[in-house]
């Protein structure tokens, strides 16, 4: 059970909220220095204060110091005030220096149980999402906590320190450029260049200058001496994205450049002594590539003095949810909107969908999903799977549940239809205005109505 600290020293109400209140673990303080020595005790997660405590009952001062107090020693919990005051003012003193809510007495256990429920909710969240943050270190960027991540961000660990020319093996998407990030972040060469270059999404005519550069008149347009991405990375960490597309008769200039550690520009008559570091990556198997004479034996064997495995999306137990409420807060703060999570139907959805573009499509639809919410959570809908998963999804038959979607679905594109008028809304629903107001309020829908 969540541990709830209430403090008031009145022993009425304490027995009315415990009593109101069964659903957590009540602690109980009687003034201020009580509450502190609770709270270090205990850590809950919510704390109920009322404000009027001696030995100053008969104003809010002493319970005003009691909740800066407590906010300072824990930043992230959620303190909800309870005053017997008719003066509105101190209760909004309190929200200024920080309570997350606040109630007046008499107490409704109703009431008061839908506040606190509130409260936990709101603080698992942020405590989730605080964990996500911190999931890989700071330093890695590498987000997950399967065993198979633990095991990569282990290998980039190891490696990174060392000048070992590394090969990342893995389907599209699966953040190889992430990877490879991670292993310049964490080496001795963090504070200089990280310069990437995918190798298919240049024209084979123009890799070659875009790597080692050229010297001005070496072509038609070639009007001022230009360095390459690989001067370019000096001292730092070249990442060569999908070499397996690199033309084989670009191959061997890269391997004297990898095996000598110098460079000719494109016209050029002069060796330029470069040090760099290599990671490469390719989603192809470049030892059947090998077989079949498209890549150079002797290259492979350069590049690949390590070989890192990253393992698609599918293969990595609950990451995706993981990734999925990483990529929510990232695009919620990003367009400024209030979301807190996903529906039941929404994780079912993300742990059954087989992700062939892995990381990179998980982002894609986190993002168009954040736009197209209508409520506090993302659902399946949102996600756009129903269509994509074939049924696959288990969905849930209960009749309330199923007549309520059908009505937030409904409301949805009656203020869609109305342009975001309430009254047209209303009339085309064949409801009150109020009503409206409280079914919208029901399923959480987050409209900027017009008004006539």
Not at 71 to 86: E, M, Q, R, Y
Not at 173 to 195: C, D, L, M, W, Y
Request: proline share 3%; charged share 25%; with cysteine.
């Amino acid at each position: 059970m969540d541990k709830l600290l209430i403090v008031d020293d009145d022993i009425g109400i304490q027995k009315q909220l415990k009593w109101s209140l069964a659903d957590y673990s009540v602690v109980f303080a009687s003034d201020r220095e009580q509450a502190i020595s609770a709270l270090r005790l205990h850590e809950p997660k919510v704390i109920l204060l009322d404000l009027g405590l001696p030995p100053d009952a008969a104003n809010a001062s002493e319970g005003l110091q009691a909740l800066e107090q407590m906010l300072a020693l824990s930043p992230f919990v959620k303190v909800i005030v309870i005053t017997g005051n008719d003066d509105h003012q101190v209760s909004l003193d309190a929200i200024a220096k920080g309570a997350y809510d606040f109630y007046q007495k008499p107490i409704d256990a109703e009431v008061i149980n839908i506040i606190v429920a509130r409260a936990f909710g709101l603080a698992t969240i942020e405590q989730e999402n605080r964990d996500i943050r911190e999931l890989g270190g700071v330093d890695s960027g590498i987000i997950g906590n399967s065993e198979i991540m633990d095991k990569l961000r282990n290998m980039v660990k190891r490696i990174a320190p060392t000048e070992i020319t590394a090969l990342l093996l893995g389907e599209s998407g699966t953040g190889k450029e992430v990877i490879a990030n991670a292993i310049h972040q964490q080496s001795n060469r963090h504070n200089k260049p990280f310069i990437a270059i995918n190798c298919a999404s240049i024209p084979e005519t123009l890799l070659e200058s875009e790597l080692f550069g050229f010297e001005k008149g070496a072509f038609t347009g070639a009007h001022k001496t230009t360095k390459g991405k690989i001067e370019m990375a000096q001292n730092g960490t070249l990442f060569l994205d999908e070499i397996g597309d690199m033309p084989f008769n670009l191959q061997a200039k890269l391997l004297r450049f990898l095996q000598e550690r110098i460079i000719e520009r494109i016209g050029g008559r002069q060796e330029i002594a470069v040090d760099v570091r290599v990671i490469c990556a390719t989603n192809q198997n470049l030892l059947q590539m090998v077989t079949e004479k498209s890549f150079r034996e002797d290259l492979y064997y350069r590049i690949s003095e390590i070989v890192i495995p990253i393992a698609p999306l599918k293969d990595r137990e609950y990451d995706v949810l993981i990734l999925a409420q990483y990529f929510l807060l990232q695009y919620a703060q990003d367009y400024n909107l209030k979301l807190k999570g996903f529906s039941d139907e929404a994780v079912s959805a993300l742990k059954s969908y087989s992700w062939p573009g892995n990381i990179r499509e998980l982002q894609n639809k986190i993002k168009s999903a954040v736009i197209m919410a209508t409520s506090a959570q993302i659902n399946a809908d949102d996600l756009g799977f129903y269509e994509e998963l074939d049924g696959e999804l288990c969905l849930d038959f209960n009749l309330r549940t199923i007549r309520e979607k059908a009505e937030s679905k409904a409301i949805q594109q009656a203020f869609a239809l109305a342009e975001g008028n309430m009254s047209k809304t209303a009339q085309m629903l064949g409801i009150t205005r109020p009503t409206l107001y409280g079914l919208v309020d029901k399923y959480g829908l987050q409209f900027k109505p017009i008004e006539n």
